[in-house]
């Protein structure tokens, strides 16, 4: 069973400080990963996705993958209370995408 | 990003009765359609995967014969909540993946807030 796991939080950070949000997930053939990120009340919004190992930057996100761990994170630098939401974990496989249960965020001005 | 919009956005409905929700990839072809559903401080549950042209492929647990799933065009897919009863209430969303880049993205609808009395 294909597995995306996410620590479901919250995280409080300050306002300006760096927001790490981590996942793991089970399926080492696993190619594709995404980001999205999903307000109260709303649907998810992507934010970044990622295919090669290593750091992938967009403005203030960068987006980190690891295969041979099995890890992927998302930072989210300069954080701002408008940040603060649920940011769901993805991966897909065979055509089908695994969502992690989300990590709550709070950006405390 | 891509555009994919669901119609209605909120329905209230009586028990019994039977719910249509459409969703539209409005500036891409969407070969594949996906339908979620979201419970208050839930993930997203997925229950069907649909292909434009045929049956969807349901979740284990999804009854197939009460969420019914067409995917009719590359443009438009449904999903019918048929005899909805109190339960059913929820957040459905739909997304959708097929030409835009990247391919292999799901882009979201707006969701549609069910509640059924």
């Known amino acids: 069973q294909k597995e995306v796991e996410q620590n479901s939080g919250p995280l409080s950070v300050p306002e300006g400080a760096i927001a790490s949000l981590n996942c793991t997930y089970s399926?080492?053939?696993?190619?594709?990963f995404f980001w999205y990120r999903q307000y109260s009340g709303k649907s998810p919004e992507l934010i970044m996705f990622i295919y090669s190992n290593g750091d992938k930057e967009d403005g203030r996100f960068t987006a980190q993958l690891n295969k041979a761990s099995q890890y992927v994170s998302l930072l989210i630098r300069d954080s701002q209370p408008s940040d603060s939401a649920t940011y769901l974990c993805a991966v897909e496989g065979f055509n089908k995408f695994y969502f992690g249960s989300g990590t709550k965020l709070n950006v405390k001005p | 990003g891509a555009v994919v919009s669901q119609h209605p956005s909120w329905v209230i409905c009586k028990s019994g009765t039977s719910v249509k929700i459409e969703c539209r990839s409005l500036?891409?072809?969407?070969?594949?359609m996906f339908w979620y559903r979201q419970f208050p401080k839930q993930s997203l549950m997925l229950m069907a995967t649909?292909?434009?042209?045929?049956?969807?492929?349901?979740e284990q647990g999804v009854e197939k014969d009460k969420f019914l799933i067409n995917h009719a065009s590359l443009t438009l897919s449904t999903l019918t909540v048929t005899s909805a009863h109190p339960e059913d209430s929820s957040f459905y969303i739909c997304?959708?993946?097929?030409?835009?880049?990247?391919?292999?993205?799901?882009?979201f609808g707006p969701g549609t807030r069910l509640t059924v009395l």
């Open positions: 649909s292909n434009e042209g045929s049956k969807a492929t349901y």
């Open positions: 500036d891409f072809q969407a070969t594949t």
């Open positions: 997304s959708a993946g097929g030409t835009r880049e990247p391919t292999d993205t799901q882009y």
């Open positions: 399926d080492r053939g696993s190619q594709s």
